[in-house]
């Protein structure tokens, strides 16, 4: 096997959402080529060599064993992902992703498809910049000046604005800026083995809502008037008390924390099954429990339709859930939709899951984990 080259990469994008364009890259060549072991800061800078809007530029660092013919073809790949086609072009115009190998280890490479160190790195202040925040003393092997000279000798007089923006070597590393990650959804949506598969991927601790023993369920679902009440009561002192002490539980091994419910639930369930005077008297408690409460960083909710819903139900074959009526799931999913009003855009995110299967297609469960990666990075 060839032994592990470092090579630096120039990343830039001036279409679209440019800073989840270049997260995705950043994580799509770590997944292909190999570890990405240094990022640098994140800069504005002007259209270079034509009008256009300004670009978000960075460069990268990574450990590969591919060729460079072979780190070619996967940028390539990767840009026409991002909806880049580089045939389409004609000189310097905006794009959604642009990609450039600037080193590969010391070698030098010439043919038809591809030079190495990069021909032009060195009349452009948007690639040394970044590349200085990695590699200052890297020498050019053909110039024979590390980056910092290069920098310096730079004729191009392009205004470059450091950005507060950040990259992460990996999806684990992206979604450990969360605290906590609260997936919700209505009954059979798969809350609970999404965040299950978040846990398990990205090193997080796991939050489940505890209910299989509740006394009343079973019977709710045969009589609801008669059982509504305590039901929702049992529940709200149930999720608080675990919802409390999970989460103010921080795991120093674990990188954040999933969990498949909120505790608003309580009130939304509520309003469902309640009589208004039984509501009025819930409402009371719940408020003045749920001020006490850690928020989530991020609400998810998974929508689906209640005929998948249904068909969900009936796979997992509950037998105190096979009665439940498709009128109460749609009164449950409009409960929710009212919820998301009240919590700020940035912090909420809607994902239908109707044509998805996130447990046997990876293809469906990475749209998933790109959706949220998306919503965090407008």
Not at 16 to 34: E, F, P
Not at 160 to 182: G, I, M, P, V, W
Not at 347 to 365: A, E, G, H, Q
């Amino acid at each position: 096997m060839k032994e592990a080259v470092t090579v630096y990469l120039s990343l830039g994008s001036n279409l679209g959402n440019r800073l989840y364009k270049l997260q995705r890259a950043v994580i799509a060549l770590g997944d292909a080529l190999g570890p990405v072991t240094k990022l640098s800061s994140i800069y504005e800078t002007p259209a270079w060599g034509f009008e256009g809007a300004p670009f978000l530029n960075a460069c990268i660092a990574l450990d590969t064993s591919k060729t460079p013919d072979d780190v070619l073809k996967t940028l390539l790949q990767i840009e026409v992902a991002a909806g880049r086609v580089r045939g389409q072009e004609s000189g310097y115009i905006s794009r959604t992703l642009d990609i450039d190998i600037i080193y590969y280890g010391q070698e030098e490479v010439k043919s038809s498809e591809l030079i190495i160190p990069h021909p032009h790195m060195e009349k452009r202040r948007f690639v040394l910049k970044p590349l200085a925040d990695i590699a200052p003393q890297f020498y050019h092997p053909i110039l024979n000046k590390d980056t910092r000279n290069l920098l310096q000798e730079c004729k191009d007089s392009s205004t470059l604005s450091k950005t507060d923006h950040k990259l992460y070597a990996n999806r684990e590393e992206f979604f450990a800026q969360l605290h906590l990650l609260a997936i919700e959804g209505n009954i059979g949506v798969g809350k609970t083995t999404l965040a299950k598969k978040i846990s398990e991927e990205f090193n997080a601790k796991l939050v489940l809502e505890r209910f299989a023993d509740n006394p009343f369920l079973p019977k709710f679902y045969t009589d609801q008037a008669r059982y509504a009440f305590p039901l929702e009561m049992s529940f709200l002192a149930d999720r608080y008390q675990q919802y409390t002490d999970d989460t103010h539980q921080f795991d120093l091994f674990k990188k954040f924390m999933v969990s498949d419910y909120d505790i608003f639930k309580s009130l939304i369930f509520a309003k469902v099954t309640l009589g208004p005077e039984e509501y009025a008297l819930y409402r009371k408690l719940f408020t003045f429990m749920y001020k006490e409460v850690k928020k989530p960083d991020l609400y998810i909710y998974l929508h689906q339709e209640t005929q998948r819903l249904l068909e969900n139900i009936r796979k997992r074959g509950r037998d105190y859930e096979q009665q439940i009526a498709p009128q109460y799931l749609e009164q449950i999913n409009k409960g929710y939709v009212e919820f998301l009003k009240t919590i700020p855009e940035g912090n909420r995110l809607v994902i239908d899951v109707t044509y998805l299967d996130f447990v046997d297609r990876r293809s469906d469960y990475e749209r998933i984990l790109d959706t949220i990666m998306e919503h965090m990075m407008n």
